[in-house]
């Protein structure tokens, strides 16, 4: 099983991006979906998860910004980040608790960069 991530860039303050994150392999089922962010010198912080039921949670500095989503039938997430601020310039990983064959796992992406310009 494996995550790939795409979407990031490089964009101008206020501007948006999308990333997406499909998972890959022998899925039996996802539970919650995630994306995270690791800035230059700190350490990674979650920005939004998602579960099965589709309820969300976000970071308080992307609340009203980002917005989380998920297509369980192409077993991919998406983050629609809007409003970006230089604070956001980030590599961003993609994360998902899922069973394979009935074995519980815990799936990383492999990053993507987002760098925002003041």
């Known amino acids: 099983v494996q995550l790939q991530a795409s979407g990031g860039g490089l964009v101008q303050a206020g501007g948006s991006l999308r990333l997406s994150c499909a998972a890959s392999?022998?899925?039996?089922?996802?539970?919650?979906m995630g994306w995270y962010r690791q800035a230059p010198g700190k350490q990674r912080e979650l920005v939004a998860t998602?579960?099965?039921?589709?309820?969300?949670d976000y970071t308080d500095s992307v609340k009203g910004r980002f917005t989380i989503s998920r297509d369980n039938a192409k077993n991919t997430v998406y983050l629609q980040m809007n409003s970006l601020k230089p604070e956001d310039t980030a590599v961003y990983y993609c994360h998902a608790d899922l069973l394979s064959r009935w074995v519980s796992m815990n799936v990383w992406g492999q990053g993507t960069l987002v760098t925002v310009s003041s």
């Open positions: 392999g022998t899925i039996t089922s996802i539970s919650s």
């Open positions: 998602i579960n099965s039921g589709a309820s969300t």
